[in-house]
């Protein structure tokens, strides 16, 4: 069943009733489309029928444009009957655009072809690009980002100072510049303040011919008493410096509770800092979402040495099996200038990616991950920003790590497992969960990289009826089935890989089904972290690593740039879409489908888990 298709009906037919159609002889001149500024969506059109008529039409509702423009001939109100002929004509080309529910699953594999005109790599911005550059004096803020902290509070986070790179760099004070955020409901009128905490990074390197690097001074404020749905506006700095930035405004989402959730949820994977980023920074912007994912991999600063060229792999200028690796840390400042016109007025929460391990020599990691971004992580308990979760509405987030210990001994196996029981799904029907590298993934590039987390971690979310988890990591996208241990079951999440919002490495066009494309089982754990937890991608079924076609669980493939956003419609409903950049804007071509929750029918849905009653669960045949 497909949410409001007769609503859409009964509303197309009512703007059939006003429709003058110019029927002109077949020699009559061509008519023109008037373009609408505002228009929605453009699809598929319906003007051969009447000359001079055409009708664009699209799912999410409908809009009929009808342009006139007769140079001769005469023209005619068409009877009633006519009118009702073309509404049920619409009505079969909406019958052949609807939208599938996961209820029908699972779905036949279907693989979209590539358009081989497209180019499957990007360019990188050039530096003096102005999206990012620094636009502000030294000690003003910029680099501005919102985070979601408890639904009463945010996170403000920005940049003040000049970083440094060079033979030898002194970090700058943190304690030189105030942490301060003015804000209130009305423009230039802050009743409130806060003060928060300041701090530095650097990248050092013990040789010679490479360069270092110092951070600016990266400021955390949480700014608290907040009402659900109302728009605050905001400066922050140093107010003793005069040094605050211009005003800015976000809105707080809807309060916790089962009948309220932001209108759109934007998600993002692995952008990196190309035109084609741009493009997925602009499209986002375009959706209007009121919250953003970013599912890890986003400078990409570790793909650059430190003179700033670009490196093929994880360059290196001081020979082969060093432990540490160079980066180009002022791509991380150029990045979130990039992204600050969307995370300085949308809460903007990230989850690290393996771009952003950055291993240093004295054994550190994700140092400027965990310095530059701001989570919940003490409000979730987790007490760190590799692992956390929090609520928007009616939707219960948890961000998992992929480069965290998850192994079922570990700290945040232990914290996740807390955390999911403790969901009142009367509170928050929806659990939506996030994690870098995918679980199922029938591409040759990571190809089951990832099998020991899978296999630690799969349980908690199956037991406690996680709805939809969300992946980067490979360059592409891909839909599965609800699946649980590669076997079909409808209580089981829905997984998505949204990995390519754009950076600098190539869209992954190959599957690990192909010919000759299945990758030796040996070779296929990612060294970034494979001193986690070793190798498990030996458990497959039928003895045999890859398909010889797409995989059965895999629902929808597309090597394709772009984001997904999410409409949640009501607690067992959800829409998601595919927006890709190759695509006009309003043109929904991407994959588009209702998730639908089953509460009634599958208990790891509802709360008897936190009754301590039995729990029935669906397992379905061996999908192979
Ligand atoms: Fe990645
Ligand atoms: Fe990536």
Known sequence: MVVEHETRQWILLCQCVCVCVCAEAASAPTSRIATFSNFESSGVTIGEAAKGA?????????????????SRGWALVLPSFLVLLFASFVGAADEAKRIPTTLEGPFKPYTKKFDTNLRTGSDDLPLYDPRIVKRVPAIYPEQIFLALSTP????????????????????????????????????????????????????????????????????????????????????????????MSGEHSFTTLPATGPANYPKRIAIIGDLGLTYNSTSTVDHVAENNPDLILMVGDMSYANLYITNGTGSSSYGQAFGKDTPIHETYQPRWDMWQRLVEPLASRVPFMVIEGNHEVESQINGESFVA?????????????SGTNMYYSFNAGGIHFVMIGSYADYNK????????????????????????????????NSYRAHYREVECFRQSMEDLLYKYGVDVMFHGHVHAYERINRVYDYKYDPCAPVYITVGDGGN???LELIHADDDGACPDPLTTPDKGFSYLSGYC????????????????????????????????????????????????????VGDQIYIVRQPHVCSNQNNLLRRNKSVRFFRGSDSR
Request: charged fraction near 20%; proline fraction near 5%; include cysteine.
């Open 54 to 70: 055409y009708v664009v039409w699209k799912e999410r509702g409908w809009r009929l444009l009808v342009v006139m423009e007769c």
């Open 152 to 243: 009463d509070a945010m996170w403000v986070s920005w940049v003040s100072g000049d970083w440094q790179m060079g033979p030898k760099v002194t970090p700058l004070d943190p304690t030189s510049v105030k942490s301060v955020v003015q804000y209130g409901t009305a423009s230039e009128k802050y009743t409130m303040s806060a003060s928060g905490i300041s701090e530095v990074y650097s990248q050092l390197y013990p040789f010679d011919n490479v360069l270092n690097y110092t951070s600016g001074i990266i400021h955390h404020v949480r700014i608290t008493g907040l009402k659900p749905n109302t728009k605050y506006y905001y400066k922050c700095g140093d107010p003793t410096l005069s040094a």
């Open 369 to 381: 991950y965990k310095a530059r971004f701001a989570v919940p992580q003490s409000e979730s308990k």
């Open 409 to 440: 001994s570990s700290e945040q196996y232990r914290w996740l497992q807390e955390d999911l029981a403790n969901v009142d799904r009367t509170v928050t029907p929806w659990i939506i969960a996030t994690t870098h590298a995918p679980w199922y």
């Open 504 to 506: 600098g490495e190539k």
């Open 537 to 588: 991608g030996f458990n497959f079924t039928n003895g045999k690593f890859c398909w010889d076609k797409q995989p059965v669980w895999s629902a929808w493939r597309d090597s394709s740039f772009g984001h997904g956003i999410i409409e949640v419609v009501n607690s067992t409903h959800l829409l998601w879409t595919w927006h890709r950049n190759q695509d006009e804007y309003d043109e929904i």
